[in-house]
């Protein structure tokens, strides 16, 4: 748990070449293109606006030369009432502007999220296995959150102020060009500066956005291991652990923000030199009586109006910087393939020759069994996507025959790749090699989606969900059945008396609809794996994987349970990884498991007579193994 902080930063991705700001904001297009009508008219809306703010010195300069000089009070209200008519105009279309943006870019932030999260919930278990779930949330959060920013605010006002701008720099060269040109100085100086800044704040924000999703990590660890954390005294290492990383943030931050200090300090500081420049200038030249006083004040006015719009680019800039770290971190997610659940299958993989000398599936079984139906394993081996490229596989020419209605414990040491063999039958992993077939049909020839509806699934580690205690029931069978909510509600019956979890659901304050999971009732560790052996059962599976799952259940509950459970195994065919005697012998026969292969396969009382690894394992002393 110390090491929380070495370990989630592995997708800390500021190593990357840079790519640029604009190729990677470009990248938005798909989810910009349905709103980038009302964009655009807000867009316009807001250049109008500005260029306004830009009519406001010619007028003064009208007011100035016109009734000003002339003494002539009648003009001058009318001049004023003329300004105070533009200001409330461009009030009125910034406030236009926020309108038209708010509700699409919330609709463009919430299709962002929720592509993201489909395509999360479409790839592949190797994925997840490689990605700290708080860098996946802080992309889901933060990162959208940034760019629902970048459009409604940067997006904008790069285009209305670099409109301004323009417009502004003809205004003042029309206006005076000598003035004009003395202003438009330190332009070139500015971009250099900028394309300065763009790349090192590029690289800081896209550390600052790694190291958020770390320290999400981290709290999200915090949060579900607080048992664990406070049981074991590990808070102050913890502590620790978050505060190194809360302080390489904050001086990721401290970085980002000397950064924008020095850029809005030269973006300030420039312009207000070329302005007290050009008012020196023209002030010389009114007292020279080459310029008329009506027109220094325009020009210095519009001068003053073009301010904010440059002044602004600095922060501007950084808030682009940011999004396009977000983007970036976006599609390095929805860059990685995803499974088709529903769509057509994988191809079948090679079958090599079988070793010879490995048990077979149906050593045991009566003369005369179907081949292919059942649960079939033919030189199955697998090899953990991110494990080592010179590492063996861990599991390699795995033969094995379940027969149909068959209960096969499998057994083997801590680490010998029980979990994993049972995670290639749903297709939550393929195999690297062989071929797995459900009642004859090759398992790479079915979609995922189909396959799991053949197979239920009851883990070691039984996860239950926000919701009450039928739904997190309900979830394991069909999405609709036939007879509606009252089979419905007989499946569930059934279920949970399989389980022996009928009795105590039915304690619960509302019954099974009682919420449970991490915001509702918290449930013993036995009550949580009855109601996981409920859901898995509950759709009455052709095909039942359960991974130990009876580990948690007391000597008498798991009595009860595996005279239910003794039912339901003998209408499917089922794959039961066991570590104790009493799972054991809810199964016909077993298979061991060991060095990667299937070692053995026989009835529990042959192979504790025969096998001595087996029977070590049996006894206890196979924990030595682990
Ligand atoms: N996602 C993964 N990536 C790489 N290696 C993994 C992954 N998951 C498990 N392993 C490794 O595969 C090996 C087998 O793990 P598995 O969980 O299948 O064993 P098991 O026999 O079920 O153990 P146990 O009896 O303790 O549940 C272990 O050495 C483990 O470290």
Same mark, same amino acid.
């Given at each position: 748990?110390?090491?929380?902080? *070495?370990?989630?930063?592995? =997708? ?24 980038? $009508?009302?964009?655009?008219? /807000? ?25 000003? @000089? ?15 008519? +533009?200001?409330?105009?461009?009030? +009125? ?27 999360? *919930? ?40 670099? %409109? ?34 763009? @790349? ?15 320290? =999400? ?30 302080? @390489? ?35 010389? *030249? ?5 310029? #008329?006083?009506?027109? +220094? ?25 940011? /999004? ?19 769509? &057509? ?7 090599p020759p079988r070793t010879a000398g490995a048990p077979t599936? =149906?050593a ?14 033919s030189g ?8 080592? &490229? !010179? #590492?063996?596989?861990?599991?390699r020419d795995?033969t ?15 680490? #010998? ?12 992993? !393929? ?10 049909? !090759? ?7 189909? $396959?799991?509806?053949? %197979? ?23 999405? #609709? ?17 399989? /389980? ?14 009682? *919420? ?15 109601? @996981? ?31 239910? +459970?003794?039912?339901?195994?003998? =209408? ?15 199964? !016909?026969?077993? $298979? ?5 292969r299937i070692a ?27």
């Open positions: 748990m110390a090491d929380t902080a *070495q370990t989630t930063n592995q =997708t800390d991705r500021t190593d990357l070449p840079q790519r640029s700001a604009v190729r990677s904001l470009l990248r938005l297009w798909p989810f910009i293109r349905p709103v980038r $009508a009302r964009l655009g008219v /807000a867009a316009c809306v807001a250049v109008l606006a500005s260029c306004i703010s830009l009519v406001i010195p010619l007028v003064l300069k009208w007011l100035v030369d016109g009734p000003v @000089a002339a003494r002539d009070p009648g003009g001058a209200w009318l001049g004023g009432a003329f300004l105070l008519l +533009l200001g409330l105009a461009e009030a +009125l279309l910034f406030g236009l502007r926020r309108w038209l943006v708010a509700r699409p870019l919330a609709g463009v932030e919430a299709t962002m999220r929720e592509t993201l999260y489909r395509h999360l *919930q479409r790839l592949p278990v190797a994925f997840h296995d490689r990605w700290p779930s708080g860098q996946l949330l802080s992309r889901g959060t933060t990162d959208l959150q940034l760019l629902r920013m970048f459009f409604a605010f940067p997006l904008m006002f790069l285009l209305v102020n670099g %409109v301004t701008i323009l417009v502004g720099a003809v205004i003042l060269l029309v206006q005076r060009w000598s003035l004009g040109l003395v202003l438009l100085a330190p332009v070139l100086p500015l971009m250099v500066l900028c394309s300065v800044f763009e @790349a090192k704040y590029g690289r800081a924000a896209r550390r600052a956005q790694d190291q958020v999703g770390d320290l =999400t990590t981290v709290v999200e660890e915090s949060v579900l291991g607080i048992r664990i954390i406070k049981g074991f005294g590990r808070h102050r290492s913890q502590a620790r652990a978050f505060r190194e990383l809360t302080r @390489a943030l904050r001086s990721t931050e401290l970085g980002k923000a000397r950064l924008l200090a020095w850029i809005w300090g030269c973006m300030t500081a420039l312009p207000e030199l070329a302005i007290g420049g050009a008012l020196v200038c023209g002030a010389v *030249q009114v007292a020279d009586g080459e310029l #008329s006083a009506g027109t +220094l004040v325009a020009f210095l006015s519009t001068a003053l109006a073009l301010r904010w719009p440059v002044d602004s680019i600095g922060f501007l800039l950084a808030m682009s910087n940011e /999004a396009a770290a977000a983007t970036d971190r976006y599609f390095e997610v929805m860059d990685e393939p995803a499974v088709e659940e529903s769509g &057509p299958p994988t191809p079948a993989v090679r079958i599936a =149906t045991g079984a009566g003369a005369g069994a179907a081949t292919d139906q059942g649960l079939v394993f199955v081996a697998f090899r953990y996507p991110d494990a080592p &490229p !010179d #590492s063996p596989p861990l599991l795995i094995l025959h379940i027969r149909p209605g068959e209960t096969m414990a499998l057994v083997g040491a801590t680490g #010998s790749g029980k979990t994993t063999l049972t995670a290639l039958v749903p297709r939550l992993y !393929d195999p690297t090699a062989g071929r797995i077939s459900l009642d004859g049909r !090759d398992l790479a020839t079915i979609s995922r989606d189909e $396959a799991r509806a053949m %197979v239920a699934v009851a883990f070691e580690e039984p996860t239950l969900f926000s919701a009450t205690a039928a739904e997190n029931v309900l979830m394991g069978g069909a999405a #609709s059945r036939p007879g509606g909510a009252d089979a419905q509600d007989d499946e569930l019956r059934r279920a949970l008396a399989v /389980a022996q979890a009928d009795g105590f659901v039915a304690a619960l304050p509302e019954g099974s609809a009682t *919420q449970v999971g991490e915001q509702g009732l918290s449930l013993s560790g036995g009550q949580r794996q009855r109601l @996981a052996l409920a859901r898995a059962v509950v759709g009455r599976p052709r095909f039942l994987i359960l991974d130990d799952p009876l580990s948690a259940l007391d000597v008498h509950t798991e009595a009860l349970v595996e005279a239910a +459970l003794r039912q339901v195994l003998s =209408t499917t065919t089922a794959l039961v990884v066991a570590h104790r005697p009493s799972t054991v012998l809810l199964a !016909d026969r077993v $298979a061991l498991l060991s060095g990667g053995a396969v026989g009835t529990h009382h042959e192979l504790l007579r025969d096998n001595p690894e087996y029977a070590a394992l049996m006894s206890g002393e196979g924990e030595g193994a682990r």
